[in-house]
């Protein structure tokens, strides 16, 4: 079983910042890639960014050069720095994982509870 503890969400004035963290506990023999998503009522969930085990990064148009992903392999740990906030990022954002689970042989998706983010005034 894999846990995934997410926090660091909360309420911030547009152009302000935030940081996410993430932290991936359990039966985890390797994780190939982490991300966080986010999601507003009545719409689909989407990749805000992701990250692979090589430190390759993507990122969501509309968040290309204010928000940051990064993971401290050591720590299982995944945190996105977002800046220049706006009330458009105003979401829960989930905490996404694909990893290889200790004893299998295939790649398993865990999320995370979510963590509120609203940007306003």
């Known amino acids: 079983q894999v846990q995934l503890v997410e926090s660091g969400g909360g309420l911030v004035q547009p152009g302000g910042s935030l940081r996410l963290s993430c932290a991936a506990s359990?039966?985890?023999?390797?994780?190939?890639?982490m991300g966080w998503y986010r999601q507003t009522p009545g719409k689909q969930r989407e990749l805000v960014a992701g990250?692979?085990?090589?430190?390759?990064?993507n990122y969501a148009d509309s968040v290309k050069g204010r928000f940051t992903i990064s993971r401290d392999n050591a720590k299982n740990t995944v945190y996105l720095q977002m800046n220049s906030l706006k009330p458009e990022d105003t979401a829960v954002y989930y905490c996404?994982?694909?990893?290889?689970?200790?004893?299998?042989?295939?790649?398993?998706?865990?999320w995370g509870q979510g963590t509120q983010v609203t940007v306003s005034s």
């Open positions: 996404n994982l694909k990893f290889r689970p200790s004893g299998g042989y295939y790649q398993v998706t865990a």
């Open positions: 359990g039966s985890i023999f390797s994780i190939n890639a």
């Open positions: 990250i692979t085990s090589g430190s390759s990064t």
